[in-house]
């Protein structure tokens, strides 16, 4: 049974993965139109059609897609998984309103760059504990449970339709500036969710684990 402080401990570590994917996509993607994700993909369209605020658009393009997956997740972990996305939309909506500037260093490489691995140690952190950031990944492992294949396929159709879809409409550069910010925001996840140290805490459902 997980005690009051370990659970503190869960969730304190879930709030910073989700303040650190709010701060990439905020100050370093999103002003480049770069999407994060397939649910990037979408809330930066959503943002550019119906001038939606990026912040609530990925919200609700999150939520939406973890109410249709939420029998296939345990209850800790999708609770986990809607406190992180509910953190990454606060701070994401804060900084909004906050932010006087466009990009802070006016480069989009050094941005992507920047961004990236900010975006990949707070996935990491999030899967350390065994809760999902929400987005395509969720929609992948339902088809993969039902189709009995690893997760990477689908995940890798639905994310790559939606970043062409994306670039089709804002920029083609869009699509390759995607690519290279998933191959490194990737490696610095499985860096994060495979460090090696003592278990200070209890992840919140074995279930996302046995699924991945």
Same mark, same amino acid.
């Given at each position: 049974m997980i005690g009051p402080m370990n659970n503190l401990k869960i969730y304190s570590l879930v709030a910073c993965g989700g303040m650190l994917q709010g701060v990439a996509m905020s100050i370093f993607l999103f002003p480049h139109a770069v999407p994060s994700g397939g649910a990037g993909g979408l809330a930066v369209l959503l943002h550019y059609w119906f001038h939606i605020p990026l912040s609530f658009a990925l919200w609700f393009v999150n939520f939406s897609m973890l109410v249709v997956a939420i029998k296939w997740l345990g209850n800790a972990s999708a609770i986990g998984t809607m406190f992180s996305i509910s953190v990454t939309s606060l701070t994401m909506y804060i900084l909004e309103k906050t932010m006087t500037w466009q990009s802070p260093s006016g &480069? /989009?490489? +050094?941005? #992507?760059?920047i961004g990236s691995l +900010? #975006?990949?140690?707070? /996935? =990491?952190l999030l899967l350390r504990q &065994? /809760?999902? &950031?929400? =987005?395509?990944? /969720? #929609?992948? #492992?339902?088809?993969a449970n039902h189709r009995n294949i690893p997760p990477g396929k689908p995940l890798l159709l639905f994310n790559g339709s939606i970043f062409i879809l994306t670039a089709s409409i804002i920029d083609w550069l869009i699509i390759i500036q995607a690519i290279i910010s998933q191959g490194l925001s990737t490696r610095v996840v499985d860096l994060i969710?495979?460090?090696? +140290?003592?278990a200070a805490t209890k992840p919140l459902s074995p279930a996302l684990r046995k699924k991945r």
């Open positions: &480069n /989009v490489w +050094l941005d #992507l760059f +900010l #975006l990949g140690c707070g /996935v =990491g &065994n /809760v999902s &950031n929400g =987005g395509m990944g /969720v #929609l992948a #492992l339902i088809v969710y495979n460090i090696r +140290l003592p």
